[in-house]
């Protein structure tokens, strides 16, 4: 039985929009998009995986019908017609947004939740819902999560509260790489 | 004149460290009984643990200070660059963020040799095959700087998700990876300027880390995997340009895995082998009753008790025509 591989294409406008749209919520106006040096393409499936390509590879996989599992920077995925930033897109904003929170623990690359009192410093306010890039010390990336806590309740917070919480089986902390990626 | 009868000690070693007789017979064969004799006490104690620095996340020296600050002991590796050895460390190096952040790999010291020997170039297209988990493949994109172009093949579903893994840790962004089997190359109707080829091998050179290997693989499975190992170096030259190099490896002793696939290939094939410029012992000029190509000695084999390292074969080669 011939084996059937999932399709890897250009993303289509509609896909490259919702990408457009969470990279712009974390740039400032007169950042550049570091999506401007990148080809997006879209890898075929009930979740859509989404890829930022260089222009030579971009030449290259142009008519290339050929069982491709992965190219370029997993920026993220698409499902139910949302864009889900992960690890690798979250790496390419750290140093264009100041939606940062830094952590003073660990914990959190081994599938933990952050709590109120590991919060060390963030650069911006931000409301419950949000998305943020999380940074350890010395800004060493960690990875993105969606805060549960406006910033303007945390002083009021309980230090054992659950700011972000853990995404166990998602790219979106980069221990995820020894969980699941080996 | 009677060959010399090896002394029942080194069997005796053997099989207290529990090889197969044939495999002890073949390394007295290889490089005499008193070599035979430190490798297998070689393979018994730990290799050290090297990490390769990557230059796309972090500087060298910026990774080796926030190591060095968090109790982290490394020591240069003559040679290479890129390569450290951690002499101690307070934290598990395999899980500190830095290493999430792919500031470096974990990554034996004879294993880089293969990406450096082969020396790709910014915009070259670079093929990677039998590519998972990925150590040389990161390694090729940080020489290269991220430009130009690997394209790195790998059959299995399950270690493509450990190759993208890699891939995406380190930073790497010129790669392609291609689910497919390395003798269908061809279908992709390009032609490669370099092609590293780390041959899927029986690993009897990185027994330190794999005991099992001392009595897991017959001589049937080492002329196995030298039929698979011909069959890929084959499809590997057809797609590989005119003037283009190939770097051959595998971390095996066996001269069926090495001298004789290259030995094949040379009769068959428009090729020229490559000297290699790194330390090491010289291909087999012969072994049993076979007598190889005069070239093999171009090639290189990395002996574990002599380099301290993994046991690697490194062949390079330049296609004719």
Redesign the interface.
Known sequence: MKRT?PVFRKSSNEEEKLVKETFDYFLDKESTNPLDNYHLWTKEGKIKEIY???E??NK??QN?N?????????LGSIFQNKFQLE??GA?LILPLTNKIIEIKT?QF?YGKPIFVENIENFETSFEEGDLLIIV?R?K???GIGISRISSKNIQDAKRNAILIKEFEKKPRD??W??R??? | MKPIQPSASVYNLGEKYGYLPYMIDRYIEIFGEEETTKLLHFYESELPKIIRLNSLRSPYSKTVE?LTNKGVELKDILGIEEGKEVVSSLVPI??T??Y??GYYFLQGKNSMYPSLVLNPKKQE?VGDFAAA?GGKTTHLAQLMEN???IFAL?LS?KR??????????M?V????????DTREVT??G?EFDKILLDAPCSGSGVISSDYTRKSSKTLDDIMNYHEYQTSLLSSSLEVLKTNGKLVYCTCSLEPEENEFVISRVLDKCDIELVEINIDGDRGLEKFLQYEFHEDIVKTKRLYPHKTGGEGFFIAKMVKNR
């Open positions: 591989y930022a390509i260089p030579e590879t290259l996989l290339m050929k069982p491709i599992y992965s190219s370029g920077i997993p690890i690798e790496h660990e690359l350890g010395n060493l990336h960690y980069r221990g790489y020894l699941y990626g080996n | 926030l395999g899980a963020p830095e999430l952040n297209l988990p430009e130009g172009n790998e579903l493509c998700r450990s190759l993208k893994a890699n891939l995406s840790r930073g962004k010129n790669t392609t990876v291609f689910q497919m279908t992709l390009i």
